[in-house]
Protein backbone atom coordinates (compact mmCIF):
# COMPACT_ATOMS: atom_id res chain seq x y z
CA UNK A 1 0.00 0.00 0.00
CA UNK A 2 1.17 3.60 -0.64
CA UNK A 3 0.32 6.76 1.13
CA UNK A 4 -0.65 9.35 -1.67
CA UNK A 5 -2.24 12.84 -1.38
CA UNK A 6 -5.98 13.04 -1.91
CA UNK A 7 -7.19 14.44 -5.74
CA UNK A 8 -9.79 16.14 -3.88
CA UNK A 9 -8.84 17.30 -0.22
CA UNK A 10 -5.23 17.15 -0.75
CA UNK A 11 -4.93 15.15 2.77
CA UNK A 12 -2.60 12.09 2.61
CA UNK A 13 -4.28 9.23 2.93
CA UNK A 14 -3.19 5.26 2.28
CA UNK A 15 -4.16 4.13 -0.83
CA UNK A 16 -4.54 0.17 -2.85
CA UNK A 17 -5.02 2.05 -5.88
CA UNK A 18 -7.59 4.85 -5.42
CA UNK A 19 -6.87 8.10 -5.97
CA UNK A 20 -9.17 9.57 -3.75
CA UNK A 21 -9.52 9.27 0.41
CA UNK A 22 -12.48 7.41 1.70
CA UNK A 23 -13.76 10.53 3.22
CA UNK A 24 -13.60 12.15 -0.22
CA UNK A 25 -15.79 8.75 -1.61
CA UNK A 26 -18.24 9.00 0.50
CA UNK A 27 -18.83 12.50 -0.27
CA UNK A 28 -18.72 12.01 -3.69
CA UNK A 29 -21.13 9.56 -3.52
CA UNK A 30 -23.20 11.53 -1.86
CA UNK A 31 -22.96 14.40 -4.31
CA UNK A 32 -22.84 11.83 -7.41
CA UNK A 33 -27.39 11.29 -6.03
CA UNK A 34 -27.89 15.14 -5.50
CA UNK A 35 -25.93 15.65 -9.11
CA UNK A 36 -27.27 12.97 -11.01
CA UNK A 37 -30.80 14.35 -9.78
CA UNK A 38 -30.32 18.04 -10.89
CA UNK A 39 -29.40 17.15 -13.98
CA UNK A 40 -32.19 14.54 -15.01
CA UNK A 41 -34.82 17.02 -13.77
CA UNK A 42 -32.99 20.15 -15.32
CA UNK A 43 -31.31 19.16 -18.81
CA UNK A 44 -29.80 22.19 -20.14
CA UNK A 45 -27.90 23.14 -17.11
CA UNK A 46 -24.01 24.09 -17.32
CA UNK A 47 -21.34 23.36 -14.42
CA UNK A 48 -21.93 26.71 -12.81
CA UNK A 49 -25.84 26.22 -12.54
CA UNK A 50 -25.34 23.07 -11.10
CA UNK A 51 -22.89 23.56 -8.30
CA UNK A 52 -24.69 26.43 -7.41
CA UNK A 53 -28.02 24.69 -7.17
CA UNK A 54 -26.88 21.80 -5.15
CA UNK A 55 -24.10 23.16 -3.54
CA UNK A 56 -21.68 20.39 -5.05
CA UNK A 57 -18.12 21.94 -5.56
CA UNK A 58 -17.70 22.58 -9.60
CA UNK A 59 -14.20 20.13 -8.62
CA UNK A 60 -16.17 17.83 -6.99
CA UNK A 61 -18.76 17.95 -10.45
CA UNK A 62 -15.38 17.66 -12.67
CA UNK A 63 -14.34 14.71 -10.80
CA UNK A 64 -17.44 12.75 -11.47
CA UNK A 65 -17.54 13.63 -15.16
CA UNK A 66 -14.15 12.67 -15.98
CA UNK A 67 -15.10 9.69 -13.95
CA UNK A 68 -17.66 9.02 -16.45
CA UNK A 69 -19.94 8.76 -13.81
CA UNK A 70 -22.25 11.86 -14.91
CA UNK A 71 -22.91 13.31 -18.30
CA UNK A 72 -23.84 16.48 -18.94
CA UNK A 73 -26.08 16.23 -22.23
CA UNK A 74 -24.62 18.78 -24.50
CA UNK A 75 -20.92 19.14 -24.04
CA UNK A 76 -20.77 23.04 -24.51
CA UNK A 77 -22.80 23.07 -21.81
CA UNK A 78 -19.70 21.92 -20.15
CA UNK A 79 -18.83 25.56 -19.40
CA UNK A 80 -15.85 24.94 -21.46
CA UNK A 81 -14.50 23.00 -18.14
CA UNK A 82 -14.32 19.16 -20.38
CA UNK A 83 -12.32 18.44 -23.18
CA UNK A 84 -10.96 15.62 -24.63
CA UNK A 85 -7.44 15.27 -23.18
CA UNK A 86 -6.37 13.55 -26.41
CA UNK A 87 -7.54 16.24 -29.37
CA UNK A 88 -9.31 18.72 -26.89
CA UNK A 89 -12.48 18.88 -28.32
CA UNK A 90 -15.54 19.52 -25.86
CA UNK A 91 -16.67 16.42 -23.92
CA UNK A 92 -19.70 15.26 -21.63
CA UNK A 93 -18.76 12.96 -19.57
CA UNK A 94 -15.01 11.19 -19.20
CA UNK A 95 -11.96 11.59 -20.33
CA UNK A 96 -11.41 11.47 -24.38
CA UNK A 97 -14.03 12.26 -27.10
CA UNK A 98 -15.57 8.52 -29.33
CA UNK A 99 -13.15 9.31 -32.33
CA UNK A 100 -10.14 9.26 -29.89
CA UNK A 101 -11.59 6.22 -27.05
CA UNK A 102 -11.83 4.22 -30.82
CA UNK A 103 -8.22 5.21 -32.36
CA UNK A 104 -7.04 4.13 -28.36
CA UNK A 105 -8.82 1.30 -28.62
CA UNK A 106 -8.06 0.03 -32.40
CA UNK A 107 -3.96 0.55 -31.29
CA UNK A 108 -4.49 -1.33 -27.78
CA UNK A 109 -5.60 -4.06 -30.62
CA UNK A 110 -3.36 -3.92 -32.65
CA UNK A 111 -0.23 -3.97 -30.19
CA UNK A 112 -2.24 -7.22 -27.87
CA UNK A 113 -3.23 -9.39 -30.84
CA UNK A 114 -4.67 -13.08 -29.41
CA UNK A 115 -1.77 -14.92 -30.52
CA UNK A 116 0.18 -12.40 -27.99
CA UNK A 117 -1.64 -13.03 -25.40
CA UNK A 118 -2.47 -17.18 -25.84
CA UNK A 119 1.33 -17.06 -25.88
CA UNK A 120 2.14 -14.51 -22.84
CA UNK A 121 -0.25 -16.89 -21.08
CA UNK A 122 2.05 -19.97 -21.99
CA UNK A 123 5.09 -18.72 -21.33
CA UNK A 124 4.03 -17.04 -17.54
CA UNK A 125 3.54 -21.18 -16.49
CA UNK A 126 0.19 -20.77 -15.05
CA UNK A 127 -0.85 -24.58 -16.73
CA UNK A 128 -1.37 -26.84 -14.19
CA UNK A 129 -1.10 -24.88 -11.13
CA UNK A 130 -2.79 -26.13 -8.78
CA UNK A 131 -3.72 -29.55 -10.07
CA UNK A 132 -1.81 -32.36 -8.00
CA UNK A 133 -0.61 -35.23 -9.87
CA UNK A 134 -0.46 -39.04 -8.43
Do not use: W
Request: include cysteine; aromatic fraction near 4%; glycine fraction near 10%.
Amino acid sequence: MNIIQCSLCKKPFQSIGGKVCGECLKKLDEDFIKVRDYIDENKRSDIDKIAEETGVSKQAILYLLKDGRLIINDAEAGGGMLFCEICKKPINTGRMCKDCKGRVALTMQKNISPDKAFDKRRTTGTQGKGIAKM
